[in-house]
């Protein structure tokens, strides 16, 4: 008696409260379900008292339990054939229902509508007619048989009772009609979904291709400025410094790294970004190692393990030399199982690509160090060989001439001392004159060229050309007064500040002031960009870059004063201003030094 109570219990509570994982058509056919349970048995209870209240109880009791029953089977059915049957063993049991409840007469005839709507939802159209017909038979026999008049026909029991068939046959017409608009609404919906999915999949390809656009873009012009800083003939280590953070940045590692190995009386060296002192030792002395034993082996590696670490590494080679490795953290087993095959791929390249350019331009400085030792040693045999023709020649002559005329000095006039001594004057004054035509042959001061202030506008205006921006150079400067040093470090941080300007402040306009005055020289750098916190910058360690950081530095270098003012939305200034007071070319030339 407690379980069926606790049943009955369970399935009012099912009554009240379906479970919302049911779909739109169960929990339509379970509202109405137990909707015309409860009314055609309330009706049940207050009709004619044929039977005792406690048989008409009995008989709501078991109708509700055979509804939950099968309405479980329902929702729990997954097959057409399943569906069918359970719906027939309903229509029957209903019908026999009509049996104790007054056939045509019972409240229950309209509850039998429920086999009709499964059938409409679920089953084609021949089955709900199927229903119908036996339905309708089956109640006009049992009324006929058991609660009709003695000698009524057929035909008169469908006219007495024809308002009660017509209108449940009626009602059914309006199911199915329902059921096939609910059925095209189902379709439309579920071609709804399928456009709704599609869309999504669209936007998500629209979404990773843009997200893979700027990821190229920021590739772009992180290898755009590795190129900038190459072509300004930095030095090597302040290059590779540059590749490690472009390194990181492009194949969006934690870490990155550069090692160098021995070579030429040379220490191997190591540069990284994100590894602490010790792990860039113990990697140098693994590499190290490493480049030990593929040499004897002739093995290449392309991933390294050690110390819980994980990289990927190629080797900086050119066709003549292996220089070391690059390489990235994150290379493990899970790591590449868990990204597909073709970004997997594009990576290796892209790092084998970085590999090689930085072979490029350690090669490229090599030959430019080797290029320098010849040009000093071919400028030396010039300046020896034009000395020995023509100011050695002179300097005899002019030796002889003075000789002579310190032998004969006594036997000559005055005035043929003086045309002699105006002879060795004049010869001295073209001898002095060729020894400085051989020294400053190549000097840019001695024909009113200025090298330094073409540099500086052939690289602004391919500048500006490449990021389509308009650049406004204001050149005020005698070069005589600015050491080559000096001269280089301006060159660097005019590059830097041009570069910061568009890549990170996306700036239209740029206007570049240098000028000088008798004891400073000042830069200015003023662009119309979006700006930033300078407070935050400056005082983060990190969020600086480098870029910034080699500006300061080399401000420094020359004891210069470095400002930078910014606010976010209107641009950025960066006022860098050097004293002269330190030893130049000029200030030599000025003492009386080497002219």
């Given at each position: 008696?407690?379980?069926?109570?606790?049943?009955?219990?369970?399935?009012?509570?099912?009554?009240?409260?379906?479970?919302?994982?049911?779909?739109?058509?169960?929990?339509?056919?379970?509202?109405?379900?137990?909707?015309?349970?409860?009314?055609?048995?309330?009706?049940?209870?207050?009709?004619?008292?044929?039977?005792?209240?406690?048989?008409?109880?009995?008989?709501?009791?078991?109708?509700?339990?055979?509804?939950?029953?099968?309405?479980?089977?329902?929702?729990?059915?997954?097959?057409?054939?399943?569906?069918?049957?359970v719906a027939a063993i309903e229509t029957l049991g209903l019908t026999l229902l009509l049996v104790p409840t007054g056939g045509l007469d019972s409240p229950f005839i309209w509850y039998a509508l429920n086999p009709v709507l499964i059938a409409l939802f679920y089953l084609r159209g021949v089955y709900c007619i199927i229903n119908l017909a036996f339905y309708l038979i089956a109640s006009v026999v049992i009324s006929l048989e058991l609660f009709s008049s003695e000698g009524m026909t057929v035909l008169e029991l469908i006219r007495e009772k024809s308002y009660?068939?017509?209108?449940?046959?009626?009602?059914?017409?309006?199911?199915?009609?329902?059921?096939?608009?609910?059925?095209?609404?189902?379709?439309?919906?579920?071609?709804?979904?399928?456009?709704?999915?599609?869309?999504?999949?669209?936007?998500?390809?629209?979404?990773?291709?843009?997200?893979?656009?700027?990821?190229?873009?920021?590739?772009?012009?992180?290898?755009?400025?590795?190129?900038?800083?190459?072509?300004?003939?930095?030095?090597?280590?302040?290059?590779?410094?540059?590749?490690?953070?472009?390194?990181?940045?492009?194949?969006?590692?934690?870490?990155?790294?550069?090692?160098?190995?021995?070579?030429?009386?040379?220490?191997?060296?190591?540069?990284?970004?994100?590894?602490?002192?010790?792990?860039?030792?113990?990697?140098?002395?693994?590499?190290?190692?490493?480049?030990?034993?593929?040499?004897?082996?002739?093995?290449?590696?392309?991933?390294?393990?050690?110390?819980?670490?994980?990289?990927?590494?190629?080797?900086?080679?050119?066709?003549?030399?292996?220089?070391?490795?690059?390489?990235?953290?994150?290379?493990?087993?899970?790591?590449?199982?868990?990204?597909?095959?073709?970004?997997?791929?594009?990576?290796?390249?892209?790092?084998?690509?970085?590999?090689?350019?930085?072979?490029?331009?350690?090669?490229?400085?090599?030959?430019?160090?080797?290029?320098?030792?010849?040009?000093?040693?071919?400028?030396?045999?010039?300046?020896?060989?034009?000395?020995?023709?023509?100011?050695?020649?002179?300097?005899?002559?002019?030796?002889?001439?003075?000789?002579?005329?310190?032998?004969?000095?006594?036997?000559?006039?005055?005035?043929?001392?003086?045309?002699?001594?105006?002879?060795?004057?004049?010869?001295?004054?073209?001898?002095?004159?060729?020894?400085?035509?051989?020294?400053?042959?190549?000097?840019?001061?001695?024909?009113?060229?200025?090298?330094?202030?073409?540099?500086?506008?052939?690289?602004?205006?391919?500048?500006?050309?490449?990021?389509?921006?308009?650049?406004?150079?204001?050149?005020?400067?005698?070069?005589?007064?600015?050491?080559?040093?000096?001269?280089?470090?301006?060159?660097?941080?005019?590059?830097?500040?041009?570069?910061?300007?568009?890549?990170?402040?996306?700036?239209?306009?740029?206007?570049?002031?240098?000028?000088?005055?008798?004891?400073?020289?000042?830069?200015?750098?003023?662009?119309?960009?979006?700006?930033?916190?300078?407070?935050?910058?400056?005082?983060?360690?990190?969020?600086?870059?480098?870029?910034?950081?080699?500006?300061?530095?080399?401000?420094?270098?020359?004891?210069?004063?470095?400002?930078?003012?910014?606010?976010?939305?209107?641009?950025?200034?960066?006022?860098?201003?050097?004293?002269?007071?330190?030893?130049?070319?000029?200030?030599?030339?000025?003492?009386?030094?080497?002219?």
């Amino acid at each position: 008696m407690s379980a069926s109570l606790r049943y009955l219990i369970r399935q009012g509570v099912f009554f009240l409260n379906p479970p919302r994982d049911l779909d739109a058509k169960q929990k339509v056919l379970t509202a109405y379900r137990y909707i015309s349970w409860f009314i055609t048995s309330l009706f049940y209870m207050m009709g004619p008292p044929r039977n005792s209240y406690m048989y008409k109880l009995v008989v709501v009791i078991a109708l509700f339990v055979f509804s939950t029953i099968i309405l479980d089977y329902y929702i729990s059915s997954k097959e057409i054939s399943s569906i069918r049957f359970v719906a027939a063993i309903e229509t029957l049991g209903l019908t026999l229902l009509l049996v104790p409840t007054g056939g045509l007469d019972s409240p229950f005839i309209w509850y039998a509508l429920n086999p009709v709507l499964i059938a409409l939802f679920y089953l084609r159209g021949v089955y709900c007619i199927i229903n119908l017909a036996f339905y309708l038979i089956a109640s006009v026999v049992i009324s006929l048989e058991l609660f009709s008049s003695e000698g009524m026909t057929v035909l008169e029991l469908i006219r007495e009772k024809s308002y009660i068939i017509l209108v449940y046959i009626l009602v059914t017409v309006a199911m199915r009609l329902l059921a096939s608009l609910v059925k095209q609404l189902d379709q439309q919906a579920a071609e709804l979904q399928r456009q709704k999915q599609a869309l999504c999949s669209i936007n998500e390809e629209l979404h990773e291709a843009n997200s893979l656009a700027n990821r190229s873009l920021g590739h772009i012009m992180s290898l755009y400025h590795i190129l900038e800083t190459f072509s300004s003939r930095e030095e090597t280590h302040s290059i590779l410094e540059q590749m490690v953070h472009s390194t990181a940045q492009i194949l969006e590692s934690r870490a990155s790294f550069i090692w160098i190995s021995s070579h030429q009386a040379k220490p191997m060296s190591i540069l990284g970004q994100g590894l602490t002192s010790w792990q860039m030792d113990t990697l140098s002395n693994y590499l190290d190692k490493l480049t030990k034993e593929e040499e004897e082996k002739r093995k290449k590696r392309s991933a390294i393990h050690f110390k819980d670490s994980s990289y990927r590494i190629v080797p900086i080679k050119s066709s003549a030399r292996f220089y070391g490795y690059i390489g990235i953290e994150g290379v493990s087993v899970q790591f590449k199982t868990s990204r597909k095959e073709s970004q997997w791929n594009n990576e290796l390249k892209l790092l084998n690509f970085l590999g090689d350019l930085v072979a490029i331009i350690l090669e490229r400085h090599e030959l430019e160090k080797l290029s320098s030792k010849l040009l000093i040693l071919e400028e030396q045999n010039r300046i020896g060989n034009e000395i020995h023709d023509s100011v050695s020649q002179r300097l005899f002559s002019i030796l002889c001439g003075v000789h002579t005329l310190h032998v004969s000095w006594d036997s000559l006039d005055e005035v043929t001392i003086n045309q002699q001594l105006d002879l060795i004057e004049q010869s001295t004054k073209e001898t002095s004159k060729e020894l400085r035509s051989s020294i400053y042959q190549l000097s840019t001061t001695k024909n009113g060229v200025k090298p330094f202030k073409d540099n500086l506008e052939i690289y602004l205006n391919d500048f500006a050309s490449l990021n389509t921006i308009e650049v406004n150079f204001d050149y005020r400067v005698a070069e005589e007064r600015i050491s080559s040093s000096l001269k280089q470090a301006l060159y660097r941080i005019i590059r830097e500040a041009a570069g910061n300007a568009v890549r990170h402040g996306h700036c239209s306009k740029l206007d570049i002031r240098l000028w000088i005055n008798e004891a400073s020289l000042e830069l200015t750098v003023t662009d119309n960009g979006s700006g930033f916190n300078t407070a935050l910058i400056l005082q983060d360690e990190e969020g600086r870059g480098l870029g910034l950081k080699n500006m300061q530095v080399l401000t420094q270098t020359f004891s210069g004063l470095f400002e930078l003012s910014s606010s976010e939305g209107v641009g950025t200034t960066l006022q860098i201003k050097f004293p002269l007071g330190c030893e130049t070319e000029y200030s030599i030339k000025r003492r009386g030094g080497a002219a």
